[in-house]
C-alpha cells in the first residue's frame, strides 16, 4: 500500500477515529465479571437513548445481518403472511431471510433508485389483511435511497396494526428515526455503518408488541434467541462470549455521539450529503437516486455513458487511494457508490471527488 491512508468512501465499514481503534487494544476482561457487566449495561443505555425508546435493546456479536435474522425468527412462525417492500438489495436480504424461515412473503417490488411508495404498502394491506408483518428497510445502502418510514408507519402501525421490521443498519445513529413515536417493534443496526465503530456487533431495539408476538413465534432460533438476550441482559451478562473489544470501542462511540447531540451528528449528514451530491452534480454526473428520497449516507452514482465501472473504481484505488463500492446485484457496473456515514469531512469528499474526475480523464470520459 501507498504511503497515503485510504481515503475509505464506503457504506459500511467505515473508517474509525483513531481513539476507536486504540480503545479496542484495551486489556481483556472477564465476561461474566462486574466489569462487563457494567460495559454492557450502559452502552444498552446509550444504545436505546440512540433508538429513541424505552423498550429493551439487545445487542449481538454478528453483523448486521445478524439482527435482521433475529428480527424475524423472534417474531415470526413458519407460514406466517409476510410483506417484505424491496428498494434494493438489503431489502431483498431481509425477504430472503424471512423464506428461509418458512414465512410466506409477499414482496411489493419498487424500482431501484426510488423509495417506496407508502400508499401501495396501504394498498397491499387493504388486499391481505392475513399478513402479520410488514419488511421495511430504512435506508437502502445499495441505491442510496431513503425510505419515508414515518409515512410507512403511520399505516402499518395506526392503520392496520401490523408488526413493523425495520433494518436501519445504514442510518442508525445518522438519519433520524425515533423508535417510539413512530411505534417501530424491531429496528436493526450494526457497528461498522454509522458509528464507526468495527464490523462485528449488531444491536435492535425490541418493543411491547414485538415481545407479544416473541411469546407465540415459532421458527427455530438458538443463537438468537432474544428471550435468552433479555435473561442473560438482566443480569449483566451475554448469552454466549461478546466481542468485549468492540464493546469498549462502541461504548466510546456512543458516548461521543450522545455528548455532541444526536441532533448535531443529524444535521452534519444531512450537510455532508448535500455536499456530496452537489460535487457529483457538479463533474456532470448523474445520481440514481431523486433528491427527494436520497440518502444523507450514500450516494450512488451512475457509471457515465462509455466507461467500465470496474476500471474505474480500480483506478480511483490504485492511483488515488480513494476506496468506493461498487453497484450490487442488477446494479453492478451500472453504479458507483460513496459513503458519507459517520464522521465525514468536507476534505474527505473532496479528496474522493478530485480522483473521481481525475480517474474518470484517465478512462477517456468528456462532460456532455
Ligand atoms: C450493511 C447493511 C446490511 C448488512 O449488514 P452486515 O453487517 O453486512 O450483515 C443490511 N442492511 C443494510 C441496509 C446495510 O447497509
Redesign the pocket.
Known amino acids: 500500500m501507498n504511503d497515503k491512508k485510504q481515503n475509505l468512501r464506503l457504506?459500511?465499514p467505515v473508517s474509525c477515529p483513531r481513539e476507536i481503534l486504540e480503545a479496542l487494544s484495551s486489556p481483556m476482561i472477564n465476561h461474566r465479571g462486574p466489569e462487563f457487566k457494567e460495559l454492557l449495561l450502559k452502552v444498552t443505555n446509550m444504545m436505546q437513548r440512540l433508538f429513541m425508546t424505552d423498550s429493551d435493546v439487545y445487542i449481538l456479536t454478528s453483523?448486521?445481518?445478524?439482527a435482521?435474522e433475529a428480527s424475524i425468527v423472534n417474531t415470526l412462525s413458519p407460514g406466517d403472511k409476510v410483506l417484505a417492500t424491496p428498494i434494493g438489495a438489503?431489502g431483498d436480504?431481509y425477504a430472503k431471510i424471512a423464506e428461509s424461515y418458512g414465512a410466506n412473503v409477499t414482496r411489493l417490488e419498487s424500482e431501484w433508485g426510488t423509495a417506496v411508495d407508502p400508499d401501495s404498502i396501504r394498498d397491499a394491506l387493504k388486499g391481505s389483511p392475513d399478513i402479520s408483518a410488514v419488511l421495511v428497510?430504512h435506508?437502502?445502502?445499495s441505491t442510496g435511497v431513503t425510505n419515508d418510514l414515518k409515512a410507512i408507519a403511520e399505516i402499518v402501525k395506526d392503520e392496520f396494526g401490523k408488526l413493523l421490521l425495520v433494518?436501519a443498519?445504514?442510518s442508525f445513529g445518522c438519519i433520524p428515526l425515533p423508535v417510539d413515536d413512530w411505534k417501530c417493534d424491531v429496528v436493526s443496526g450494526?457497528s461498522?455503518?454509522g458509528l464507526t465503530v468495527p464490523?462485528g456487533l449488531?444491536f435492535l431495539s425490541f418493543s411491547e408488541v414485538a415481545k407479544q408476538a416473541q411469546l407465540t413465534a415459532k421458527m427455530p432460533r438458538f443463537y438468537f434467541d432474544l428471550e435468552m438476550v433479555r435473561k442473560s441482559l438482566e443480569r449483566g451478562m451475554t448469552p454466549a462470549t461478546p466481542a468485549i473489544s468492540l464493546f469498549f470501542a462502541l461504548d466510546l462511540a456512543l458516548s461521543n455521539i450522545l455528548t455532541l447531540g444526536v441532533e448535531q451528528v443529524f444535521k452534519r449528514h444531512v450537510h455532508i450529503g448535500d455536499f456530496t451530491r452537489r460535487g457529483i452534480k457538479d463533474l456532470g454526473l448523474s445520481l440514481l437516486a431523486d433528491e427527494s428520497c436520497a440518502s444523507n449516507t450514500v450516494t450512488a452514482v451512475k457509471v457515465p455513458e462509455g466507461i467500465n465501472g470496474k476500471e474505474l473504481i480500480d483506478l480511483m484505488r490504485t492511483d488515488y487511494q480513494v476506496v468506493v463500492a461498487g453497484g450490487v446485484g442488477k446494479l453492478e457496473g451500472k453504479v458507483f457508490r460513496i459513503g458519507h456515514m459517520g464522521d465525514v469531512t468536507e476534505g474527505e469528499i473532496e479528496d474522493c471527488l478530485a480522483a473521481l474526475d481525475s480517474s474518470l480523464r484517465t478512462l477517456g470520459f468528456t462532460r456532455s
Open positions: 457504506p459500511g453483523s448486521g445481518s445478524g435482521m438489503f436480504r428497510t435506508n437502502e445502502t433494518d443498519i445504514s450494526g461498522q455503518k464490523p449488531s
